[in-house]
């Protein structure tokens, strides 16, 4: 198991730039969470998706921020117009609805920075 | 609103001792509590969970102890050794969306080892 992908592993961009950040889930998964680290504030989830549909988006900043989810294998979150502000490492997890044990599996990150 | 607060932001161990982390949440209704490990570059990792019917929870070094009335857990790390240095975060949940757990962070403990 390739476990969750994530693409580009760093970007750096200039602030108006649209950046778009990628994850693959792991196969047979049926929910996938985007988070975004910061020293400041930590982990925080901004959008979860179950079977495809977002279900919780209150973590999303603002307007500028947007999350697709058009399959079981693929999720993007878009962030347009950039700014420095939303430089941090965003993560994306998946997990498999289990009620006994229901644990979520990291990606390895994107390291974003807008200059 | 920070619904799970984490202490302490650092901590230094020497090899052999023991380390602590502890944790206090709000929300009554969170049914689930995992740590999570982070090491410097990589994703989160599931550690070790508990849920609040048992009062500790023990997984070779790493053990959670569960106060349910005062609204805390812990993490015990017992003979630290340096491989264990990494970031740790306590993590509390409730089923939400019908189908799956929706994670709310604490803003992470820095661990440190010393050989």
């Known amino acids: 198991d390739a476990g969750v992908i994530q693409s580009p592993r760093h970007e750096v961009t200039e602030m108006g730039q649209e950046v778009t950040l990628r994850c693959k889930p792991i196969s047979g998964h049926n929910s996938l969470f985007w988070y975004r680290q910061t020293m400041m504030r930590g982990l925080e989830l901004l959008i979860y998706f179950n079977n495809n549909v977002p279900i919780d988006d209150s973590g999303m900043p603002e307007d500028r921020f947007s999350a697709k989810m058009p399959n079981a294998s693929f999720s993007t979150l878009k962030i347009q117009p950039s700014e420095p502000r939303d430089s941090a490492v965003y993560f994306c997890a998946s997990s498999l609805f289990d009620r006994d044990s229901p644990r979520q599996y990291f990606g390895p990150g994107t390291r974003l920075t807008v200059t | 609103q920070q619904q799970v607060k984490q202490s302490p932001q650092s901590l230094i161990v020497q090899k052999g001792g023991i380390s602590i982390i502890n944790c206090a949440y709000e929300?009554?209704?969170?049914?689930?509590f995992p740590w999570y490990q982070q090491f410097p570059g990589k994703g989160p990792a599931l550690l070790i969970a508990i849920r609040p019917d048992v009062s500790e929870k023990k997984e070779g070094r790493f053990t959670i102890s569960f106060n349910k009335s005062a609204k805390q857990f812990s993490l015990h790390i017992m003979d630290s050794q340096p491989g264990d240095s990494a970031t740790y975060f306590c993590a509390a949940s409730y089923e939400s969306g019908g189908s799956n757990y929706k994670l709310t962070f604490g803003k992470g403990t820095l661990l440190t080892v010393n050989p």
């Open positions: 929300n009554t209704a969170f049914d689930y």
